[in-house]
């Protein structure tokens, strides 16, 4: 299916949102929604509606008729003239059958059913355009949103805001259109007949009975309001939790906490439970309450029309008929009460899908961005700097030049702001000062999309998609080739682990890779960003997920998709940097030192004393290695042991 919109800013803007004081009105959700029930550009949905709306005439106009022709065959019955007399005798012989008033009664029902069915039937595609169009908007909109943003929300907690969201769409868009408009309008009708039929008493009777009962409804939803909104948010919290907790299978498996997370699930399921209660409670309060106003207005018109037959001023028929009318507006009324239930419960729960809308994203293309134009490919920080928060400045004017077709390497120790500088070039956010220059252009001076597609980036922590082996390597270049793939692959030294699999290349990696290794997702980072071939090439400890015998053969690879490009290495392995044009060593945020391998070594300074806590920590590991050949003992050194030696030479 396509896309409402194939590109996001294609003759395509975000809606307008409602502010906080209008965030809890039906005028102001309806405003924002209207464009998509009614769309400029689309004369076939347009039409739809049109249609809609003649249909629901043609069905109250039915509606109207079934209490008459009740009426009609309840006096025939009785013997009582009571038809309203026509021009033509044979239309008052057919009012006064009571077998052809039955009929026509029976008849008139099925006539309104069938046109009401018919008319949701029709618009069932207005309302659902305008729930795929929103929720499509939301989602362009989470994407362009920073990366900020994302880590201060919970992804569990965001695909719950857009599902309540589009459910809260449909709701609204389905109820006002084809619930609450027709009702008003049947309200309407219904109360002229009364004053037509019998008299203005019985208007004010059913009038004061749908005052009370429409303020009862609304005090008593208000008060259910807050009630809805702590079950949401209990919702919310255990959705959020059992989705972290199984994104994190295998941590919980390695600490044995499977019951601590079971009972942190259950204390939101306990909170949730709680409020549900509440709210089902409260239901049956309103609906009490309902029944009992709608009882009272009820049995008042009831008795004024059987004392009219006793007095000789009404029919049998007549009172027939008040029962058939009010019972008739008893299921609009009943229904408002529900719809004034689910339009308020919608809109608070598209009260924080209108929030994430209403925010800015924080990295936007300036007024008249150009596209990047990268001629050589040169990279140049001039005194930048940059802090996540302001109290806590991480890169404190950092300036220097990757020159075109050479690689530089960023080292330094946790903290020292290394991957900061990646995330900066790529503009996941913008320097609090400086600038950062690609062949001459600053970038905030040209398009995200131009820049990012001069970038590839193999980054430390890999998450894959949940779909095919295949489909994460084409993801660096959508319109490559299953050939230029499986090269892609093969450069990145994978292709002969892939075709071992049954499946080959279109085994699924599972949720965020967890079916491959540490070093096999990262062999697919590198493969896709092999088949993305950018003229500027970003490894973020690349190679830190492999073991030192992969890690060689990888770094082989990289060796060779860096030839000729612009490169950017910020390292874990000092080993896998030795050849870097320059390296480039960070404390706090600053400049320490640089040079080549050789220069710093000779130096002896930071960089010189990580090297050589590096190469104590790999010759102990080479050490543990011989005693275990030599001994070949059968509990050999788990390899965590590794990991920690490596973690304290760090």
């Given at each position: ?24 009105t ?9 464009p ?13 509606v ?26 025939a019955?009785?013997?009582k ?40 039937g ?18 362009v ?10 880590l ?17 769409i ?9 619930q ?5 309008v ?22 004061c ?13 208000e ?36 019951a601590?997370?079971?009972a ?7 909170r ?38 006793r ?5 049998v ?16 009324l009943?229904f408002?009460?529900?719809?004034y ?36 490919g ?7 700097r ?7 400045p ?11 077709g ?23 956010y ?21 820049l990012r ?5 193999v980054?430390q ?36 682990l892939?075709r ?26 590198i ?7 950018p ?9 830190s ?29 000092l ?12 404390d706090?945020?600053r ?11 000779v ?17 102990a590991?080479?050490?543990l290695?011989q ?8 509990n ?15």
């Amino acid at each position: 299916m396509a896309h409402p919109n194939p590109s996001p800013h294609a003759g395509h803007e975000l809606p307008a949102t409602p502010s906080s004081a209008e965030q809890a009105t039906l005028i102001g959700t309806l405003a924002h929604l209207w464009p998509y029930i009614w769309p400029s550009d689309r004369s076939d949905l347009k039409m739809r509606v049109v249609w809609s709306f003649v249909l629901l005439l043609v069905a109250k106009l039915a509606t109207l008729a079934v209490p008459f022709t009740f009426k009609w065959a309840t006096d025939a019955l009785t013997g009582k003239g009571s038809a309203p007399v026509l021009a033509s005798d044979w239309l008052v012989w057919i009012i006064a059958s009571p077998l052809i008033m039955t009929a026509s009664y029976g008849g008139v029902r099925v006539v309104m059913a069938v046109l009401t069915q018919w008319r949701d039937g029709i618009f069932a595609r207005v309302a659902m355009h305008a729930v795929r169009k929103l929720a499509y908007i939301t989602f362009v909109h989470m994407h362009e949103l920073s990366l900020r943003f994302h880590l201060e929300r919970k992804t569990g907690g965001l695909t719950r805001v857009l599902e309540r969201g589009r459910n809260g769409i449909e709701t609204i868009v389905r109820m006002v259109i084809l619930q609450l408009i027709p009702t008003i309008v049947e309200v309407t009708l219904l109360m002229a007949v009364l004053l037509w039929v019998f008299d203005w008493r019985y208007v004010l009777a059913t009038l004061c009975m749908v005052v009370v009962y429409m303020y009862y409804t609304y005090k008593a939803t208000e008060w259910r309001i807050g009630i809805r909104r702590k079950m949401n948010d209990s919702d919310t919290e255990a959705n959020t939790k059992a989705i972290d907790s199984l994104l994190n299978y295998e941590t919980v498996k390695y600490f044995g906490a499977e019951a601590r997370e079971a009972a942190r699930y259950d204390r939101s399921m306990e909170r949730y439970e709680d409020a549900s209660v509440r709210t089902y409670t409260s239901l049956t309060m309103l609906n009490a309450g309902q029944a009992v106003i709608f009882t009272i207005g009820l049995t008042t018109t009831m008795l004024m029309c059987a004392y009219g037959v006793r007095q000789g001023r009404n029919t049998v028929g007549d009172f027939v008929m008040i029962n058939s009318m009010m019972i008739q507006l008893y299921q609009p009324l009943n229904f408002m009460g529900m719809v004034y239930r689910e339009i308020k419960q919608a809109i608070i729960d598209i009260e924080k899908m209108f929030g994430v809308l209403a925010r800015p994203p924080e990295i936007e293309d300036a007024p008249g961005a150009k596209p990047l134009v990268v001629s050589a490919g040169s990279v140049r920080f001039e005194d930048v700097r940059f802090a996540y928060e302001p109290e806590r400045p991480i890169l404190k004017g950092l300036s220097f030049e990757v020159p075109a077709g050479k690689t530089v390497a960023i080292v330094g120790p946790s903290g020292a702001g290394k991957s900061t500088i990646s995330r900066l070039l790529f503009r996941l956010y913008d320097v609090s000062a400086g600038r950062i220059l690609i062949d001459g252009q600053d970038i905030k001076d040209v398009t995200q999309a131009s820049l990012r597609a001069a970038i590839g980036m193999v980054p430390q922590d890999t998450v894959l998609f949940n779909d095919t082996i295949r489909y994460n390597i084409r993801y660096g270049r959508w319109d490559a080739s299953d050939a230029e793939v499986e090269q892609a692959a093969r450069l990145a030294q994978i292709d002969a682990l892939i075709r071992m699999a049954p499946k080959g290349y279109e085994t699924q990696v599972g949720e965020r890779g967890l079916k491959l290794s540490g070093g096999e997702k990262q062999r697919v980072a590198i493969a896709r960003t092999v088949l993305k071939a950018p003229p500027i090439l970003v490894l973020d400890e690349a190679t830190s997920a492999l073991d030192s015998h992969t890690e060689h053969e990888i770094q082989g690879a990289l060796d060779r998709v860096s030839r000729n490009r612009t490169s950017l290495v910020i390292a874990h392995r000092l080993s896998t940097i030795v050849a870097a044009d320059e390296i480039i060593v960070l404390d706090q945020g600053r400049i320490v030192e640089r040079g080549t391998h050789g220069a710093l070594l000779v130096k002896g300074g930071l960089y010189a004393s990580m090297w050589n806590r590096q190469r104590e920590a790999e010759a102990a590991r080479e050490k543990l290695a011989q005693i275990d050949d030599e001994n070949d003992a059968p509990n050999r050194v788990p390899q965590p042991v590794d990991d920690v030696i490596a973690t304290a030479a760090e």
